[in-house]
């Protein structure tokens, strides 16, 4: 059994392996030869279920960005966070918000870590009324 994290992880490969081959979930999920953890799966097809109300959220809180112009991999962050802040609430702001800029610096670009924490963070205020608490910085 995999961790949260590692669905998370997989669940971005699969989102942006959608959205560079403009398939859907069914689509992309059916040509697997094993299925994803079950966690990651419930990502990929929430995400895509969500698709419109997801990236409208994402538009209204990225100023001087345009959705179509980030980062492939900094959009799927976004689109996964925006579904797990909206769409799965018994999840804690800061494990959604932590998660997603810790994947952020992993595979995109240098300032992407911080572009993804703001933009989680404004979208975390707008549809759960809270601000996140700042993530734990490591001791000097």
């Given amino acids: 059994m995999s961790t949260r994290r590692e669905a998370r992880e997989r669940a971005l490969s699969l ?11 069914n689509e992309l999920l059916g ?10 799966e419930a ?16 538009r209204k ?16 962050l976004l689109r996964i966070g ?3 802040l909206g769409w799965q609430r018994d999840l804690p702001t800061g494990v959604v918000i932590s998660e997603a800029v810790e ?4 595979y995109s670009t240098k300032d992407s870590g911080r572009f993804v924490n703001g933009m989680l963070g404004r979208i975390a205020e ?9 993530p734990e910085q490591p001791a000097p």
């Fill in 15 to 25: 989102c942006y392996e959608a959205d560079v081959r403009g398939l859907d979930a």
């Fill in 31 to 40: 040509e697997l030869p094993a299925p994803p953890d079950e966690y990651a």
């Fill in 43 to 58: 990502v990929v097809r929430g995400v895509e279920s969500h698709r419109d109300e997801v990236d409208a959220i994402l």
């Fill in 61 to 76: 809180v990225s100023e001087h960005w345009a959705l179509e112009r980030m980062p492939l991999v900094d959009r799927a």
């Fill in 82 to 84: 925006c579904y797990e």
């Fill in 103 to 106: 994947l952020a610096k992993q």
């Fill in 126 to 134: 707008d549809l759960r009324g809270q601000e996140p608490e700042p």
